[in-house]
C-alpha cells in the first residue's frame, strides 16, 4: 500500500512560516487526492485542507483558510502544505492522508473526514510558541 512520509514540521514564533512535505511511494500519487490533518495534545484529529488530483481544486477547514496553501506536484509524489501567519492554535501533529479515487462509490473528489481517507502518514510535529 501506499506510503506517506511527512516532514518540515519544527518550532517557529508565532506569525511565522513553515512548509511541511508529505512524499509518497509507489507510481499511482496521482491517482490520490491528498489532505492535510492535524491534531493537537488532547484534542480530536481535525482537518485542514484537501487537494484534488490536478491539484485544481483546494479546499480549506475555515480556521487555517487565507493562512494555509496546499500544493502538488505529481512528478515528485510530494504534496505541500505552506503554513503563514502561524499561531499558537496551531501547535498540532500534521498528518498527510491519501484518498484514492477513479471508483464509483467516490463520484467527488473532496473529503473533510479521515474516514474519506485510504493512507496516512506518521504525522510531523508543528509548535508555534514564543
Known amino acids: 500500500q501506499v506510503q506517506l512520509v511527512e516532514s518540515g514540521g519544527g518550532l517557529v514564533q508565532p506569525g511565522g512560516s513553515l512548509r511541511l512535505s508529505c512524499a509518497a511511494s509507489g507510481r499511482t500519487f496521482s491517482s490520490y487526492a491528498m489532505g492535510w490533518f492535524r491534531q493537537g495534545p488532547g484534542k480530536e484529529r481535525e482537518f485542514a485542507g484537501a487537494i484534488s488530483r490536478s491539484g485544481s481544486g483546494q479546499l480549506y477547514a475555515d480556521s487555517v483558510k487565507g493562512r494555509f496553501t496546499i500544493s502538488r506536484n505529481n512528478a515528485k509524489n510530494t504534496v505541500y502544505l505552506q503554513m503563514n501567519s502561524l499561531k499558537p492554535e496551531d501547535t498540532a501533529v500534521y498528518l498527510c492522508?491519501?484518498?484514492?479515487?477513479?471508483?464509483?462509490?467516490?463520484?467527488?473528489?473532496?473529503?473533510?473526514?479521515?474516514?474519506?481517507?485510504?493512507?496516512w502518514g506518521q504525522g510531523t510535529q508543528v509548535s508555534v510558541s514564543s
Open positions: 492522508a491519501a484518498r484514492l479515487l477513479g471508483r464509483i462509490a467516490r463520484p467527488n473528489w473532496a473529503s473533510d473526514a479521515s474516514s474519506g481517507y485510504d493512507y
